[in-house]
């Protein structure tokens, strides 16, 4: 079972930048794929970016792409999504996943709010 808390949050102005972290637990991160997700107000939960079990392969949303920036630390079991150039309607909570065959964790969600 992996566990993920997420971290980095919080407002920023538009044309900022925040990294978010998210915390595994559990000995077997390395074989998961990680993800990012983010729900708005009134939306539904999207995706944002992923990164293979190796590092080597990632996926961004169209959206996003250009501007954040995924990678993964194995040494210390965690996760990063390096956002720049925010936009507002970046704004959502933000959720960590990891998957891997038939599993999928959550994190509890980060919120980050991004003013214009």
């Known amino acids: 079972q992996v566990q993920l808390v997420e971290s980095g949050g919080g407002l920023v102005q538009a044309g900022g930048s925040l990294r978010l972290s998210c915390a595994a637990s559990g000995r077997t991160f390395s074989k998961y794929a990680m993800g990012w997700f983010r729900q708005a107000p009134g939306k539904e939960r999207e995706f944002v970016a992923a990164i293979s079990w190796s590092g080597g392969n990632t996926y961004y949303a169209d959206s996003v792409k250009g501007r954040f920036t995924i990678s993964r630390d194995g040494s210390e079991n965690t996760v990063y999504l390096q956002m720049n150039s925010l936009k507002p309607e970046d704004t959502a909570v933000y959720y960590c996943?990891?998957?891997?065959?038939?599993?999928?964790?959550w994190g509890q969600g980060t919120q980050v709010t991004v003013s214009s």
């Open positions: 996943n990891a998957h891997f065959l038939l599993y999928d964790y």
